[in-house]
């Protein structure tokens, strides 16, 4: 019986914890200000954060069927470092790593150049994949109010 006790304990707490930090990855809903954007109708909400235009990050992607499943994405930028060691700290410009949603739905975080995007996220038909560059609290870059991101349709 007291193992069992200490189990439930053991479980609330850690649920209590992951509920308290909020992590995105056990979550689709995000405490978000009335600032927010809300891209293509997408469940992950993030703040927008302007970056200084004369030193502007830039994003495109190459993507490339993989033979076995899915596609390889390369995410080619300019003026911005990926820090994965830094993702949930204080934001510093041009700085931060990347997300990727298929439908409208965030998939992964991307923390460097390639991620491979298995068949599983994707359905038979059409699939639009949006790719965005993210500050370390995950707010979406952006220039005139627009996020630095990129869509683009998968067949």
Do not use: C
Request: no cysteine; charged share 15%; aromatic share 10%.
């Amino acid at each position: 019986m007291k193992k069992n006790v200490g189990i439930s304990i053991l479980f609330g707490f850690v649920l209590g914890y992951l509920t308290f930090i909020g992590l995105d990855e056990f979550s689709d809903v995000q405490q978000v200000n009335t600032d927010s954007h809300m891209n293509h109708g997408d469940m992950h909400m993030h703040e927008m954060i302007e970056v200084q235009s004369e030193n502007a990050p830039s994003l495109s992607l190459n993507v490339y069927p993989d033979d076995i499943s899915g596609y390889n994405i390369q995410f080619i930028t300019e003026n911005y470092t990926f820090m994965p060691e830094l993702v949930n700290t204080e934001n510093i410009q041009n700085e931060g790593h990347g997300h990727i949603y298929i439908n409208d739905q965030k998939v992964a975080r991307i923390y460097g150049e390639w991620f491979h995007l298995d068949n599983h996220h994707l359905t038979d038909e059409e699939n639009i994949l949006r790719a965005t560059l993210n500050a370390h609290d995950h707010s979406h870059w952006s220039i005139n109010n627009n996020p630095i991101e990129v869509v683009m349709t998968l067949n």
